[in-house]
């Protein structure tokens, strides 16, 4: 069983930052494929982000390609969501995930949810 913690959000001018974390339970951290995901009001939970536990590689959806940046500290059970050039379209609820699976682009891959953190874009 793995518990999920998320923390960072909160309210930013279009093009600020924030980075946001998730603090993992337990003592497998490493062996767990970590993701972003997001939803806004009305509609579905849509993926933003993983980094895979084999061969840390990592993978962003195209829309914040080039301004949100996923990372792990295994030593600290933490992933990261550093996001840059923030937009209003980027509003929405933030939920860390994870999953014993090699690599997984839709919720139905992820066992393991936090409840997630509000961000919120003002143009």
């Known amino acids: 069983q793995v518990q999920l913690v998320e923390s960072g959000g909160g309210l930013v001018q279009t093009g600020g930052s924030l980075r946001l974390s998730c603090v993992a339970s337990?003592?497998?951290?490493?062996?767990?494929?970590m993701g972003w995901f997001r939803q806004a009001p009305g509609k579905d939970r849509e993926f933003v982000a993983a980094?895979?536990?084999?061969?840390?590689?990592?993978y962003s959806t195209d829309s914040v390609k080039g301004r949100f940046t996923i990372s792990r500290d295994n030593a600290k059970n933490t992933v990261y969501l550093q996001m840059n050039n923030l937009k209003p379209e980027d509003t929405a609820s933030y939920y860390c995930?994870?999953?014993?699976?090699?690599?997984?682009?839709?919720?139905?891959?992820?066992?393991?949810w936090g409840q997630g953190t509000q961000v919120t874009v003002s143009s």
């Open positions: 995930a994870a999953t014993r699976r090699l690599f997984g682009l839709s919720s139905t891959d992820y066992d393991y």
């Open positions: 337990g003592r497998t951290f490493s062996s767990y494929t």
């Open positions: 980094f895979r536990w084999r061969g840390d590689s990592t």
